[in-house]
């Protein structure tokens, strides 16, 4: 029961990313987890990616990372130089953040896994949480929608691997500048997208924060090839999953066609940052991540309607 844990800021009754646990009146330490099987060939991206995405939790909840432990798992036959060239690729993202792995543990199994424990700090009356979204604040998110759809149509041989790297830079790529600004600039409320989708993470912060979300459906960024392969209805099988548990929250434009609608509730590897902030901030903060080169897309607003509107 959260009441007999009165340390534990976060973790055992909201839908948050990483756990909470107060250290003293100024600090707290965040602690997360998170694992996937590959989604490259590149054993190398496959661990710069897997370490990317289980650092992005941390930063959703404003806190900044420090140490981790490698959590894998590899088949018996796979060449040792392999496994070596994942571990690397995890721990080169760690050290980009500043962070380093202080061991881990292996096991064998059928399927490789790869991801991290990571740990982080966050100053107590700086964390973010699913919850703190106020109507008029102002939504933005760090990298593009549709990493499930590129993927799947790489193992489909829809596309080639070489279509694929403009996404891996992105699933790559820390969320770290963007936590930065969101904290700047007075976020109370992030989280990143991962396998819910862009809406389905959505309507976390929404339903937790008691608000709603309208959503501007052409400022929402994509990957290349994205909204072809969707009008070719090339989706993973989470997306529909996806459409089929959030879509009764979400209420999209007659103008938007079911591809547009699937794409937008595609699961997600390592995704960004979305964050809410209040609309006095959005010029601030839209003229620092130009300044900086730090990708943000002023994509919504919080509303009160308690439904996700896409128009
Ligand atoms: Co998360
Ligand atoms: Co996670």
Redesign the pocket.
């Known amino acids: 029961m959260p009441q007999d844990y009165p340390d534990l800021l976060a973790g055992l009754s909201e839908p948050d ?1 990483a756990a909470i646990w107060k250290i003293d009146e100024q600090r707290a330490l965040v602690a ?1 987890t ?1 694992f996937f099987t590959p989604i490259v060939d590149d054993p190398y991206v496959y661990g710069a990616i897997a370490a990317a995405n289980s650092l992005s ?1 941390i930063y959703a909840m404003g806190g900044e990372p420090f140490l981790a432990l490698n959590i894998a798992a590899f088949p018996p036959q796979l060449p040792a130089e392999i496994g070596s060239e994942i571990l690397r690729g995890g721990a080169e993202k760690a050290q980009e953040a500043g962070v380093v792995i202080a061991g881990g543990h292996t096991i064998q199994d059928k399927e490789p896994k790869y991801g991290l424990v990571v740990l982080g700090f966050v100053q107590i009356d700086r964390i973010l949480t699913k919850s703190g979204m106020k109507p008029g604040d102002v939504l933005f998110l760090s990298k593009p929608i549709g990493s499930g759809v590129i993927t799947s149509a790489v193992k489909a041989d829809r596309i080639g691997e070489g279509d694929l790297s403009e996404t891996i830079h992105w699933m790559k790529r820390l969320n770290r500048d963007a936590a930065l600004l969101a904290r700047k600039y007075g976020a109370k409320a992030a989280t990143d997208i ?1 396998g819910f989708s862009l809406l389905g993470h959505a309507w976390e912060m929404a339903s937790a924060s008691g608000a709603g979300i309208r959503f501007y459906d052409d400022a929402i960024p994509l990957y290349p090839q994205a909204a072809r392969l969707s009008a070719e209805w090339c989706f993973p099988g989470g997306s529909f999953d996806n459409a089929e548990f959030f879509g009764p929250h979400v209420k999209f434009d007659s103008r938007i066609g079911q591809e547009r609608e699937l794409l937008l509730f595609d699961p997600q590897t390592s995704g960004g940052l979305l964050f809410a902030i209040p609309s006095h901030h959005v010029s601030s903060c839209m003229q620092e991540a130009d300044e900086k080169n730090i990708p943000l897309w002023k994509i919504g607003e919080v509303t009160s309607s308690g439904i996700i509107e896409v128009i």
Do not use: L, Q
Request: without cysteine; negative net charge; hydrophobic residues 0%.
């Open positions: 990313d997360t998170d939790d991962t």
